[in-house]
């Protein structure tokens, strides 16, 4: 699903406006009545239903009257609360206010007024958010707060007309009260605030529905990709019954260190269960004997440690030699962050010329002198920061990033020339030519220690079985949150472990490649 920012949605419709003649009246009635027609669908049947409408002065209260009059249309009893008064309305709004009976109109514009008839309200079958459009940015107050408590305290079905009031359409933010619908019903396109949290808690269900957008129009605006299995599905590959393990990549795992050896060995035993033909996992040689046991199908690199337990730059030949005959590298999960280890990384960062993955430590040892990825030998790097990790990259706080995570993620790239896999709930993946995908599998359950490392290798065996750096991060993240689901499914959110997910690993491919 193709969803846009609000500045992309508004860009739309003046284009079809000015170039392409088509009126702003003609939008408003398309959307009004298609809105309607999802609402009678979802709710309607035989009998009369009562339906209160909250509309404000601008398009969105438009799109209300239009729904107004056809529900209306259909039978049902509409009463319309507009939080302004009739002098406040213009526009195109104002033209389809004038084709409602007055009678069923009231003006709340001063505080406490609305509350006179919250005895009507309650006695509604549904009610309807027509209050701001996806033009909003700060908090809502005043009369507009008394209309979202009303709403949200009501216990009625509530639909927001193209996004629920007061989440931010562009970043999914949401600076005050806003509007719980239990279906939105939006136009053209999803908008970014539909599927980013904390928006996409407030959406409910979401259903698009056309506005007669010119063909043209649509083909020129720039969107984002959210993923669900039909995205992600076309460009699995399944197996030639005629392969053999040097088909499907080997990959070169740099983890490790002492209290860290599970980081290692998720990440190892991920890449395995995601079909790697072969794994190779590089760690300091005290810790062989533990990840042997913990590594059966992957093999191990022992780098001598002098009993240390951690990497030291002094390791960077061995690491480099190692690289022949592998197809990818991961660096970074367990590795822990002391000065010699932060210099191998960024030294392995500055060398390696092969596909790969930086994640945990690794992040941390480049955050320390960020500039080393405009010195990295791969055309094909791969970042996987967690908020706090991805604050330390950049030199914005977590609150910046989380404020505009797809701006955040999406500059990164672009300004280094990385793939960014920015983690969180509806975790963002861009790519440095500016293209976005948001995620959407996964669950609360993942949050836990080891989740990450599990990723890292899902990452790591797609990029070795050669798919492309935006695909690997594409179907890693996805598949990562859909073995999660699965795990979810079969025993609740909470306890999920990573070894958990990394064990669904093989049924989510099946489930995801099964025709």
Same mark, same amino acid.
């Given at each position: 699903?193709?969803?846009?920012?609000? *500045?992309?949605?508004?860009?739309?419709?003046?284009?079809?406006?000015?170039?392409?003649?088509?009126?702003?009246?003609?939008?408003? *009635?398309?959307?009004?009545?298609?809105?309607?027609?999802?609402? #009678?669908?979802?709710?309607?049947?035989?009998?009369?239903?009562?339906?209160?409408?909250?509309?404000?002065?601008?398009?969105?209260?438009?799109?209300?009257?239009?729904?107004?009059?056809?529900?209306?249309?259909?039978?049902?009893?509409?009463?319309?609360?507009?939080?302004?008064?009739?002098?406040?309305?213009?526009?195109?709004?104002?033209?389809?206010?004038?084709?409602?009976?007055? @009678? +069923?109109?009231?003006?709340?514009?001063?505080?406490?007024?609305?509350?006179?008839?919250?005895? @009507?309200?309650?006695?509604? $079958?549904?009610?309807?958010?027509?209050?701001?459009?996806?033009?909003?940015? =700060?908090?809502?107050?005043?009369?507009?707060?008394?209309?979202?408590?009303?709403?949200?305290?009501?216990?009625?079905?509530?639909?927001?007309? $193209?996004?629920?009031?007061?989440?931010?359409?562009?970043?999914?933010?949401?600076?005050?009260? /806003?509007?719980?619908?239990?279906?939105?019903?939006?136009?053209? #396109?999803?908008?970014?605030?539909?599927? %980013?949290?904390?928006?996409?808690?407030?959406?409910?269900?979401?259903?698009?529905?056309?506005?007669?957008?010119?063909?043209?129009?649509?083909?020129?605006?720039?969107?984002?990709?959210?993923?669900?299995?039909?995205?992600?599905?076309? #460009?699995?590959?399944?197996?030639?019954?005629?392969?053999?393990?040097?088909?499907?990549?080997?990959? %070169?795992?740099?983890?490790?260190? +002492?209290?860290?050896?599970?980081?290692?060995?998720?990440?190892?035993?991920?890449?395995?269960?995601?079909?790697?033909?072969?794994?190779?996992?590089?760690?300091?040689?005290?810790?062989?004997?533990?990840?042997?046991?913990?590594?059966?199908?992957?093999?191990?690199?022992?780098?001598?440690?002098?009993?240390?337990?951690?990497?030291?730059?002094?390791?960077?030949?061995?690491?480099?030699?190692?690289?022949?005959?592998?197809?990818?590298?991961?660096?970074?999960?367990?590795?822990?962050?002391?000065?010699?280890?932060? /210099?191998?990384?960024?030294? %392995?960062?500055?060398?390696?010329?092969?596909?790969?993955?930086?994640?945990?430590?690794?992040?941390?040892?480049?955050? *320390?002198?960020?500039?080393?990825?405009?010195?990295?030998? =791969?055309?094909?790097?791969?970042?996987?920061?967690?908020?706090?990790?991805? =604050?330390?990259?950049?030199?914005?706080?977590?609150?910046?990033?989380?404020? $505009?995570?797809?701006?955040? /993620?999406?500059?990164?790239?672009?300004?280094?020339?990385?793939?960014?896999?920015?983690?969180?709930?509806?975790?963002?993946?861009?790519?440095?030519?500016?293209?976005?995908?948001?995620?959407?599998?996964?669950?609360?359950?993942?949050?836990?220690?080891?989740?990450?490392?599990?990723?890292?290798?899902?990452?790591?065996?797609?990029?070795?079985?050669?798919?492309?750096?935006?695909?690997?991060?594409?179907?890693?993240?996805?598949?990562?949150?859909?073995?999660?689901?699965?795990?979810? $499914?079969?025993?609740?959110?909470?306890?999920?472990?990573?070894?958990?997910?990394?064990?669904?690993?093989?049924?989510?491919?099946?489930?995801?490649?099964?025709?």
């Amino acid at each position: 699903m193709k969803f846009i920012s609000a *500045e992309s949605m508004r860009n739309a419709e003046k284009l079809a406006i000015e170039m392409f003649g088509v009126p702003g009246l003609r939008l408003m *009635e398309a959307a009004g009545s298609n809105c309607a027609d999802v609402i #009678f669908s979802e709710f309607g049947g035989e009998k009369s239903l009562r339906v209160a409408i909250f509309a404000g002065k601008g398009n969105n209260g438009g799109d209300g009257y239009v729904i107004a009059r056809y529900l209306q249309r259909q039978g049902w009893q509409v009463r319309i609360f507009v939080m302004a008064n009739r002098d406040d309305i213009a526009g195109d709004a104002a033209v389809n206010l004038d084709l409602l009976e007055k @009678e +069923t109109v009231t003006f709340c514009s001063e505080p406490g007024h609305l509350g006179r008839y919250a005895h @009507e309200v309650h006695a509604a $079958d549904i009610l309807v958010d027509a209050l701001f459009g996806i033009g909003f940015k =700060s908090g809502i107050q005043g009369v507009y707060a008394e209309a979202v408590e009303l709403i949200n305290s009501s216990g009625k079905p509530v639909v927001a007309v $193209d996004i629920p009031s007061g989440v931010d359409s562009s970043t999914g933010r949401v600076p005050g009260v /806003a509007v719980h619908a239990d279906l939105t019903v939006t136009f053209a #396109f999803a908008k970014s605030g539909h599927v %980013l949290y904390p928006g996409a808690e407030f959406t409910g269900r979401l259903k698009v529905v056309d506005i007669g957008l010119p063909d043209e129009v649509f083909a020129t605006v720039e969107g984002f990709e959210f993923l669900d299995d039909e995205a992600i599905r076309p #460009f699995l590959r399944k197996r030639d019954r005629c392969a053999h393990k040097g088909d499907y990549g080997h990959c %070169l795992i740099v983890a490790g260190s +002492t209290g860290k050896t599970g980081a290692a060995s998720l990440t190892a035993n991920s890449a395995v269960r995601t079909g790697s033909g072969l794994v190779t996992l590089a760690i300091p040689a005290s810790l062989n004997p533990i990840l042997e046991v913990k590594t059966t199908e992957a093999m191990t690199l022992p780098l001598a440690d002098s009993g240390k337990g951690f990497f030291g730059e002094n390791h960077a030949g061995e690491v480099l030699r190692a690289l022949s005959g592998k197809n990818a590298v991961a660096v970074g999960p367990g590795v822990a962050l002391n000065p010699e280890t932060a /210099a191998l990384i960024r030294r %392995l960062v500055k060398e390696i010329p092969l596909p790969m993955v930086i994640d945990a430590d690794g992040l941390n040892a480049v955050s *320390e002198n960020v500039s080393v990825l405009l010195r990295k030998k =791969s055309d094909c790097v791969i970042l996987t920061p967690h908020p706090g990790e991805m =604050s330390r990259l950049s030199g914005m706080s977590v609150g910046e990033i989380e404020a $505009d995570r797809i701006a955040a /993620a999406r500059d990164f790239a672009g300004k280094y020339g990385v793939c960014v896999v920015l983690k969180g709930a509806r975790s963002v993946i861009a790519a440095p030519d500016g293209r976005i995908a948001i995620n959407g599998s996964g669950n609360p359950g993942m949050a836990s220690g080891g989740m990450g490392d599990v990723l890292t290798g899902i990452i790591v065996s797609l990029l070795g079985q050669r798919y492309s750096a935006f695909d690997a991060c594409r179907a890693g993240v996805f598949l990562h949150g859909y073995a999660a689901d699965l795990v979810a $499914d079969e025993k609740g959110e909470i306890g999920i472990s990573a070894m958990d997910v990394q064990e669904r690993i093989p049924l989510a491919l099946k489930k995801l490649m099964a025709v």
